[in-house]
């Protein structure tokens, strides 16, 4: 028997895979994740097709590959002349039935000897799995080098590799199983090795507890593994996948119960506040907090008075006042006699931040100042752009505790600044932070700091469980009275290219009545630029056809573009990383101020950024933008109680998924309803961040939408075994697959936040 833990290696030669071809599948298993053969045997079939009955086909699309399960009608052998020896060859022509078009194959032979038994193998009436890109030729839909994969077949008369494929074909029991491949290796070759893997591998132990799998009507995962492989019905493959993604769940669920644990048994100093900041605060405010706003305040002043750290997470719909509630419980921070730090992603946001912190605050801002109130504390700026001499002063009076508030970036982490006694850490838009950047802030504390995370974007109920598990979640949702409506129109520049000079005829408009408008672009220029949408087709010196492309929209050329032609009439300024400090801080002081009509940038302006006569925002490029992004984007408009216009610009073609990401936008302002199409459409990996840390998605068989339930039901059982074995010592197989969890970079990843 082989173990587990051998490396595939171990099954590869005596699988029929061995041999030249051993190194090239043995990359490709790499490039899948299979390491060992226990990676091997739970690497699952991504789809079925019924053995029992003809592929299903609807429509068919020149160059599509296509796996389907057809049965041969006819199959003739034809000899032909070859141009390249003069010598007569034979092709085998076979006619194969599904559940919708027939397709035509041809097979070449040598010789006539070779053409008959291919075509005895492919008899009419013959059964199998057939692969191949589909063409069309006079009328007649084709499989392109085809591979076939025959149900029954004469043993004597195949070769020792189709006998391979044979013997994997006769363990099914149903359905035949199609498998995640990739180039190397092929899902039938995989199919070959799982199967051999099977017979020869160590008894698999199951990590489940027996009374959690009777809870919940599981099956073991020796049994839940044959079935996935081999199952006779759907059913089997629903009972199986079901006990897969409940166990990846609790394994989960538990890593996150643990850690919510260990933060509650974490010594904190609570700040119940004492002093008047807060309350002169919100006695100068000249409007009412909305009800979401009151109630998340107490749930986070109800958390800062605990004598353990908290850790909140704080998510809302653009403009619904998160920065407010991050405010109002830094200034209960402060009036406790401790320091707030608000940690931001990018300089354009610290900055805005701080302007608009300080603007809100008002005398309350110029603590130690003749011209601050009697309650006021002092806000101080941090960013890497300062010199030493402008850091000097802030880094003083962080140290001494006269200021009782920092806004900054990376470089409040940065071994130079110190805290008097740092109570509470804010971080906005806490996807863009690593563990170890919250940690080296957090870590300047004395004692544990309570931790406040921002996200705008909106979260679904299960992706905030399995993903910020640790945190508790509060959410805004009601947006401030004076927020207006934002039209969101699709400009389809595929379908009606002449639209364009209209899009900058109404920036045109809005600027004459006297309001602002924001560009936006996928690149800043100057870059080699990267091709956009195929916009036609030429014709080269020999005759090809050749696609033509269209480099993507670029801040740089586009400010000039504008300024020398259709908008040469208003004032237009260019924003993007590259600038100075000095000159980014500039142009957005003086679009705020209102001299400048319209501001061409890249996504800098995506969040924190706040000008109430900004009513127009033109997305060029918008099917580059992801779905939450475009409403990020969206959201900084209409701020002001003026009416808003979106016009996301776009050469997609009208049926593609680009289009389609772009019409839900367009549809609806919910960002929870959107949240959930960007984690429909998008590969999941993506959106819970294994793109960002260098490694496949780290749920495997969970898909936090589709298996919301199971989650649920999981983080109950969590809870249940936790509280009767905080340390799992009764299931030491669960325990080490906990503890495995929590070591590997998928658990470094559930620990961002």
């Given at each position: ?266 010594g904190a100093r609570p700040r119940a506040g004492g002093g008047d900041l807060l309350a002169a605060f919100d006695a100068r405010l000249p ?289 993007h990383g590259r600038l100075p400090t000095e000159e980014k801080d500039q142009v957005m ?165």
């Amino acid at each position: 028997m082989i173990g587990l833990d051998s490396p595939v290696e171990a099954v590869l030669g005596n699988a029929g895979a061995g041999g030249k071809k051993a190194a090239a599948r043995r990359k490709a298993l790499t490039r899948l994740g299979i390491e060992t053969v226990g990676d091997l045997i739970e690497h699952f079939p991504r789809r079925y097709l019924p053995m029992g009955e003809l592929t299903r086909i609807a429509d068919l699309t020149e160059g599509d590959q296509i796996t389907v399960v057809g049965r041969v009608v006819e199959s003739a052998v034809r000899a032909y002349s070859d141009r390249r020896t003069g010598r007569q060859a034979y092709r085998v022509e076979t006619v194969v039935a599904t559940d919708g078009p027939q397709l035509t194959m041809t097979f070449f032979a040598p010789n006539k000897h070779v053409a008959g038994w291919r075509a005895s193998q492919l008899a009419p009436g013959r059964e199998g799995v057939f692969v191949g890109k589909v063409g069309r030729f006079r009328n007649i839909w084709q499989l392109a080098n085809p591979q076939v994969i025959p149900f029954h077949s004469d043993a004597g008369e195949v070769s020792e590799k189709d006998q391979a494929a044979l013997a994997a074909v006769n363990r099914l029991r149903g359905l035949f199983p199609l498998y995640p491949a990739s180039a190397g290796i092929e899902s039938w070759d995989l199919q070959q090795v799982i199967g051999f893997a099977l017979d020869v591998v160590d008894p698999l132990p199951d990590v489940l507890p027996e009374e959690v799998r009777a809870r919940h009507r599981l099956l073991d995962r020796a049994t839940a593994c044959a079935l996935l492989h081999t199952p006779a019905d759907y059913a089997e493959v629903n009972s199986g996948r079901r006990r897969y993604r409940f166990a990846e769940a609790l394994t989960t669920q538990l890593v996150l119960a643990r850690r919510r644990a260990a933060v509650r048994r974490a010594g904190a100093r609570p700040r119940a506040g004492g002093g008047d900041l807060l309350a002169a605060f919100d006695a100068r405010l000249p409007f009412e907090l909305t009800t979401g706003q009151r109630q998340v305040g107490e749930e986070i002043f109800t958390d800062l008075a605990q004598p353990h750290p908290m850790n909140r997470l704080l998510q809302g719909e653009v403009g619904s006042g998160k920065t407010l509630v991050a405010l109002r419980a830094m200034l209960r921070v402060v009036d406790s006699g401790g320091q707030a730090a608000l940690l931001a992603p990018t300089e354009v946001l610290a900055v805005q931040h701080h302007r608009s912190i300080t603007a809100m605050l008002g005398d309350l801002a110029a603590g130690g100042m003749l011209t601050g109130a009697a309650e006021a504390t002092c806000v101080e700026l941090l960013t890497g752009s300062m010199t030493k001499a402008q850091r000097t002063g802030p880094l003083s009076r962080l140290a001494s505790g006269e200021a009782g508030i920092v806004i900054g970036t990376h470089a409040l982490l940065t071994d130079q600044v110190s805290f008097a006694d740092l109570g509470l850490v804010v971080v906005d838009e806490q996807h863009r932070f690593g563990v170890e950047q919250r940690a080296a802030l957090t870590d300047k504390a004395g004692t544990p700091p309570h931790l406040l995370v921002m996200t705008a974007t909106p979260i679904p109920r299960t992706v905030a469980m399995t993903v910020f598990g640790d945190l508790e979640t509060s959410t805004l949702r009601e947006l401030p009275a004076g927020r207006a409506d934002v039209q969101t129109t699709v400009v389809p520049l595929a379908e009606q290219p002449g639209w364009l000079p209209r899009v900058w005829q109404r920036v045109t408009e809005e600027a004459a009545r006297g309001h602002q408008v924001f560009v936006v672009c996928p690149r800043i220029g100057g870059e080699v630029a990267e091709a956009g949408q195929v916009d036609q087709v030429d014709v080269d010196d020999e005759g090809e056809e050749v696609p033509v492309t269209r480099p993507l929209a670029a801040v740089e050329e586009l400010t000039a573009h504008l300024a020398e032609g259709p908008l040469s009439q208003l004032r237009v300024a260019m924003l993007h990383g590259r600038l100075p400090t000095e000159e980014k801080d500039q142009v957005m002081r003086d679009f705020a101020a209102g001299a400048i009509d319209v501001l061409v940038a890249t996504t800098v302006i995506e969040v924190g950024v706040d000008v109430p006569n900004a009513t127009t925002m033109v997305l060029l490029d918008a099917d580059r933008f992801g779905v939450s992004q475009l409403h990020q984007l969206r959201g900084r408009v209409g701020r002001g109680g003026l009416p808003g216009l979106c016009l996301l610009v776009t050469h997609a073609d009208p049926d593609s998924p680009a289009r389609e990401r772009l019409d839900a936008v367009a549809a609806t302002r919910d960002g929870f309803e959107l949240a959930r199409v960007d984690l429909e459409q998008r590969r999941e990996g993506d959106v819970l961040g294994a793109s960002q840390s260098g490694f496949r998605s780290s749920l495997q068989n969970l898909r936090v939408l589709r298996d919301e339930q199971t989650i649920l039901a999981a983080r109950e059982e969590a809870d249940l075994l936790l509280a009767e074995d905080a340390e799992l010592a009764r299931w030491p197989g669960l325990a080490a697959e906990v503890a495995a969890l929590e070591e590997s970079a998928a658990s470094e990843f559930l620990e961002r936040s």
